[in-house]
């Protein structure tokens, strides 16, 4: 049974409509702080971290409401990138964790990500759990007054993630002479990614670090790469890095310019971490993890197993096979030896500890030559439009013209009200044939 509030990350939309009000936000803290205040006999913490949205001022005090409603001690972080405040959840030994971001979704959206004691996105189960909650008509998660939760705001939450980061990498570990163009979608990264670069010893060309509550991935971020291309090119960069607006995701440009996705970054990882008998198992990718990188893997003699979109369930089947690496294309990659969820961040670090001697980005993140991919996002009113005879039929037509010829996926936005098609295929002209028919048919 589908969930009623929670998508493939966390619960998102347009600000003030649906679940996104200060009432939704009030319930959903009450809730969730009453399912992890019951995981726990000590103290009961949760932390609140959020990125640069100016909704997040209205839907923040809702949710810290509704958890000391219920009896939680609430830290609150500012901004902060999605993956600190899943390291920070675990190092502070807190009950739980909530990130307040809509990702690299338009400012006008926003949401939550929940995560765990042990830092992880919740599973399906836990989720399920906390709806019902959300849903009961009964006031008895209210606590008594006498045991109300306090509010403290912490102002030291990047470093801290900072350091953490830090710690994963040798003590002598530099990038001075290294010139690197830095793109932080005017989102959560934009404090913690330029300092950290520079502390290292990087020149630094930062771009979306001034958010001013509109302007978070607005033509900028990991959603619109041709930024950093151009401003490598203009400063004669080594490297070119992109995130998005919760920093989770990570698309980087070679110093010719040359966008590196994240099936690219999944590979040059993958044969890396395999040489230093770091990779544990093997890889997991998604759906929409190009053929390219599989076809690669496999001429490495790499495992590769392909989970539901999401970095979420990505995490999920990491742990069911006990494999350290997985990701998506679209930069999501999860760094199992270091974190529990994608960070922009710490996977820059990882491919920059790899140039750090003066390789080329050039060399180093073109592993494989990918099968050439076409995505095309269909904006719908209701995304159950593909189960229409209409849809349907288009898509089967869809997959019998291109047959072994390549592949045909299509599939509702987990975060967004949009329908994604995607074909891949060494012939153009199927690809486009075949995303045709299914977008005509929508």
């Not at 103290?43 to 959020?50: E, L, M, R, S, V």
């Amino acid at each position: 049974m589908k969930n009623k509030y929670f998508g493939t990350d966390g619960i998102r939309g347009r600000v003030n409509q649906g679940n996104i009000t200060g009432e939704k936000f009030f319930k959903f803290g009450l809730a969730s702080g009453t399912y992890f205040k019951n995981q726990k006999k000590t103290k009961q913490i949760a932390i609140i971290a959020k990125d640069t949205r100016l909704s997040g001022y209205t839907l923040e005090p809702a949710l810290v409401s509704g958890l000391v409603s219920g009896g939680m001690h609430v830290f609150t972080l500012g901004p902060l990138p999605t993956n600190g405040l899943a390291m920070l959840t675990k190092s502070m030994k807190a009950n739980m964790g909530i990130m307040i971001t809509a990702s690299h979704n338009p400012y006008y959206d926003n949401g939550l990500k929940l995560f765990g004691p042990d830092g992880m996105k919740l599973s399906d189960k836990i989720e399920k759990k906390i709806e019902k909650l959300i849903d009961a008509k009964n006031t008895s998660q209210l606590t008594n007054p006498k045991l109300l939760g306090r509010v403290k705001r912490l102002e030291n939450g990047n470093d801290k993630y900072i350091k953490i980061l830090r710690k994963n990498f040798p003590k002598n570990f530099h990038l001075k002479g290294m010139k690197i163009v830095l793109d932080c979608a005017n989102g959560a990264g934009y404090k913690a990614a330029p300092k950290l670069l520079r502390d290292l010893g990087a020149k630094v060309q930062s771009i979306g670090v001034k958010p001013n509550g509109f302007n978070i991935n607005e033509k900028c971020g990991s959603t619109h790469p041709s930024r950093i291309k151009l401003a490598v090119k203009k400063f004669k960069a080594h490297v070119g890095i992109s995130f998005d607006g919760d920093a989770d995701r990570i698309i980087m440009c070679d110093e010719k310019g040359k966008i590196i996705d994240g099936d690219q970054i999944i590979g040059m990882l993958a044969k890396r971490w395999k040489s230093k008998k770091i990779l544990k198992g093997g890889v997991v990718g998604t759906l929409m993890s190009n053929y390219g990188l599989e076809k690669f893997l496999d001429n490495e003699k790499i495992r590769f197993y392909r989970s539901k979109v999401g970095d979420r369930y990505v995490k999920e089947k990491m742990k069911k096979l006990n494999f350290n690496l997985g990701g998506e294309q679209s930069g999501h990659i999860i760094l199992g030896k270091f974190a529990t969820t994608g960070d922009g961040l710490l996977v820059a670090l990882e491919v920059l500890f790899a140039l750090r001697k003066r390789k080329k980005a050039s060399k180093m993140l073109n592993v494989f030559k990918p099968l050439p991919q076409i995505l095309e996002n269909v904006t719908v009113k209701n995304k159950n439009i593909i189960k229409n005879i209409r849809c349907k039929n288009a898509i089967k037509r869809s997959h019998k013209i291109m047959g072994d010829k390549g592949r045909v996926l299509v599939r509702k936005s987990g975060t967004e009200p949009k329908i994604r098609i995607m074909a891949e295929s060494y012939d153009k002209k199927l690809i486009l044939r075949c995303i045709n028919i299914i977008k005509r048919s929508i």
